[in-house]
């Protein structure tokens, strides 16, 4: 089983919509949870991110983290156009030297005017 | 608004050359990263370096890979005999600590080997 599994999509929603990405993951060790966006041929640039379990909420943005069921979720409201790119996840664990990232393959959205 | 730089944005290399991958992070920040990520894959974590020393790296970062911080403000990758399969997008990035976990990524780097 992969670490950390994210449907690769492509999603394709009208402006307006309500989009729900996900990923689940196996490593029960993962602490924090974030979410990067990624333009074509560009550096993910962070989102979110979430420690453990709960929800978090920034502007059109809601990020969910459901330990129990190592599932995590990122809803953007309203969509826009510009919210067209690649949505990652990425979680990684605490303490020692558990500092490295451990990415989803992205989602890829397109958001249709 | 502070950022990560990496310089070149696109490098093409024969097969065989060393490469330099340079990164500037973020100035305040102590623990610097390089991932990478081959066309139509996920970004890996190659390796983490702090306080002038290799943290932790991942199986794909062997001998062939090294890290070094020359100066103050800059943090490089090598690839000593580039090969075909190095070919990807190679990303630094940068955190404040340990406990941080907002990391912030330059915009990468385009290695093309030929």
């Known amino acids: 089983q992969k670490e950390v599994e994210q449907d690769p999509g492509p999603l394709s929603v009208p402006e307006g919509a309500i989009v729900s990405l996900n990923c689940t993951y196996s490593?029960?060790?993962?602490?924090?949870f974030m979410w990067y966006r990624q333009y074509s041929r560009k550096g993910p640039e962070l989102l979110m991110y979430?420690?453990?379990?709960g929800n978090k909420e920034d502007g059109r943005f809601t990020a969910q983290v459901d330990k129990s069921s190592k599932y995590i979720s990122l809803f953007i409201r309203d969509s826009q156009p510009s919210d067209s790119a690649t949505y990652l996840c990425?979680?990684?664990?605490?303490?020692?030297?558990?500092?490295?990232?451990?990415f989803g393959k992205g989602t890829l959205l397109t958001v249709n005017p | 608004e502070p950022e990560v730089t990496q310089t070149p944005s696109h490098q093409v290399t024969q097969m065989g050359q060393e490469v330099i991958l340079r990164c500037v992070p973020i100035s305040n920040h102590l623990y610097f990263y390089w991932y990478r990520q081959i066309l139509g894959q996920k970004v890996e974590f190659l390796v983490s370096?702090?306080?002038?020393?290799?943290?932790?790296k991942s199986e794909i970062f062997d001998d062939q890979f090294s890290v070094e911080r020359p100066d103050g403000s800059n943090f490089t990758l090598k690839i000593r005999s580039t090969k075909l399969e190095d070919s990807a997008m190679y990303f630094c990035a940068s955190t404040v600590g340990r406990g941080t976990t907002e990391a912030f990524f330059g915009q990468g780097t385009r290695l093309t080997v030929v």
């Open positions: 979430t420690y453990s379990s």
């Open positions: 490593n029960s060790a993962f602490q924090y």
């Open positions: 370096f702090y306080n002038n020393e290799i943290s932790e």
């Open positions: 990425a979680m990684r664990g605490s303490g020692g030297s558990n500092y490295k990232l451990t």
